[in-house]
């Protein structure tokens, strides 16, 4: 599977959700997109093909992100990547 793809099934994931999704799973859902698209773009800017990278550069960007959110949020945050990846 190349990044793209990864991408695109994460997206579609965080996508097919939203109908039965929670308040706090549509705003996680809805945060990881932007790290998510951000860390494919990453990648491809690296010539990075290796979809292990990409979480890293996911989980990464969480993790400098954690001072915008309350600790409740960041933790919900960091499980929802967990159950999509």
């Known amino acids: 599977m190349t990044i793209q ?3 695109e ?7 097919d959700g939203i ?3 929670t308040d706090d799973e549509l705003f996680a859902g ?3 997109r932007g790290h998510i698209s951000l860390a494919a773009a990453e990648c491809e800017l ?5 979809l292990s990278a990409m979480k890293e550069k996911v989980g990464q960007s969480i993790a400098d992100a954690k001072s915008e959110l309350s600790p409740s949020d960041y933790g919900f945050i960091c499980n929802y990547w967990n159950q999509l990846k």
């Open 5 to 7: 793809e990864y991408e």
């Open 19 to 21: 109908d039965t999704a």
């Open 30 to 32: 809805g945060y990881l």
């Open 9 to 15: 099934k994460l997206l579609q994931l965080i996508d």
């Open 46 to 50: 690296e010539n990075e093909s290796q």
